[in-house]
């Protein structure tokens, strides 16, 4: 779940979201939440973040399920609704393998980050959106990695 997590917010820096928090749940079924600030606007971004949580899931352990959670796919499909463009399958599906792939490149381009959120996280469980944005932003800048990508491509 640290991976997970650390993807969508790593992701989300990256893209520009504002996140409100990020945190780890532990217990018999452990999970976590990234919670981000009004994505009204960012619906293509909010599809490669969605993305980006199960990529970096499988990045850090390959024995996890290659199956995608039914929240971050629900969240994905909740952005594009009301895209007429996206309303047919074909396009749709389309897209959604671009943001995939997008996604893909950001989580292998900025995997070192997205290990340091995750062990961050571990250790304090939970993270304010300003926590977890200052810190990714140190951990790109500590990389050389540019704080900021151009606009999404899918």
Do not use: W, Y
Not at 51 to 59: D, P, Q, S, T, V
Not at 122 to 149: H, I, M, N
Request: with cysteine; glycine share 4%; net charge neutral.
């Amino acid at each position: 779940s640290a991976a997970h997590e650390a993807g969508h917010a790593v992701a989300a820096v990256l893209l520009g979201i504002e996140i409100a928090s990020v945190e780890l749940r532990p217990g018999e079924n452990p999970s976590g939440r990234c919670h981000f600030v009004n994505v009204k606007d960012q619906a293509d971004a909010v599809v490669i973040v969605a993305k980006a949580g199960r990529i970096a899931e499988l990045a850090f352990d390959p024995d996890a399920p290659d199956t995608p959670r039914r929240q971050d796919e629900r969240i994905a499909r909740r952005a594009i609704r009301n895209r007429l463009d996206l309303i047919f399958p074909a396009p749709r599906n389309d897209f959604m393998r671009a943001a995939e792939f997008e996604a893909l490149r950001l989580v292998a381009e900025h995997r070192q980050a997205i290990a340091a959120l995750a062990n961050e996280l571990l250790l304090k469980r939970k993270l304010t959106g300003v926590e977890a944005e200052t810190f990714v932003r140190r951990q790109l800048s500590l990389s050389g990695q540019p704080d900021s990508t151009t606009e999404p491509t899918a």
